[in-house]
């Protein structure tokens, strides 16, 4: 099992830019691909971007593309989601995630995915 913690959250005005960072502990994460997701109130969990550990290979959902970058650091078993020019409608509470089977991009499905972190709070006013 993989303990994921994440940290970087907070309010932000609309144009503005956060970073999150992932801390994973635990069992080593190098064959693991890792995902951020985010959910909003009311609305479902869903994928935000994602980064296979091995290669690095990148995915992003198409309401984040050129906004947002997702990095990993293996020395730090840390994973980063740098998040500009941010809109109202990216305001959510945003998860770390890990999936133990190897890929060749990150899966952008919830169930795809064995550990979760306990969520930061991104809120972004007009």
């Known amino acids: 099992q993989v303990q994921l913690v994440e940290s970087g959250g907070g309010l932000v005005q609309a144009g503005g830019s956060l970073r999150l960072s992932c801390t994973s502990s635990?069992?080593?994460?190098?064959?693991?691909?890792m995902g951020w997701f985010r959910q909003a109130p009311g609305k479902e969990r869903e994928f935000v971007a994602g980064i296979t550990w091995n290669n690095g290979n990148t995915n992003y959902a198409d309401s984040v593309k050129g906004r947002f970058t997702i990095s990993r650091d293996i020395a730090k078993n840390m994973v980063y989601l740098q998040m500009n020019s941010l809109k109202p409608e990216d305001t959510a509470v945003y998860y770390c995630?890990?999936?133990?089977?190897?890929?060749?991009?990150?899966?952008?499905?919830?169930?795809?995915?064995?550990?979760w972190g306990q969520g930061t709070q991104v809120t972004v006013s007009l």
């Open positions: 995630a890990a999936d133990p089977r190897p890929r060749l991009y990150a899966a952008t499905y919830v169930t795809e995915y064995a550990s």
């Open positions: 635990g069992r080593t994460v190098s064959r693991y691909a």
